[in-house]
């Protein structure tokens, strides 16, 4: 049986941290805020509050793999470092 919790994320760009809460620094810093960014998941901003809280208190949160396309789309991020569970290569990108 698969088992979820062995997952363990890759670091990147070399940060500790989740790599959602890197891609949303790095928006914050472009003036992008966590409501534009919800809109541009189609999530509410509640949603994407929630996986901020649960990425801050696991660095091995998963997201949910329906939302992984969307995410690396908008941040630019390859779906590996969300989920090398299901996109074990990191050079793979979605178009």
């Given at each position: ?13 070399g ?54 396309p ?26």
């Amino acid at each position: 049986m698969y088992q979820r919790n062995n997952v363990k994320l890759p670091p990147y760009k070399g940060s500790r941290r989740h790599p959602l809460l890197v891609a949303l620094g790095d928006a914050k810093r472009m003036g992008v805020t966590t409501a534009d960014m919800a809109r541009q998941l189609h999530v509410a901003p509640q949603t994407l509050w929630i996986w901020i809280h649960a990425a801050e208190g696991s660095r091995h949160f998963l997201l949910p793999s329906e939302q992984i396309p969307t995410l690396s789309r908008v941040t630019g991020i390859a779906p590996y470092y969300f989920r090398p569970d299901l996109w074990p290569n990191p050079e793979w990108r979605f178009k």
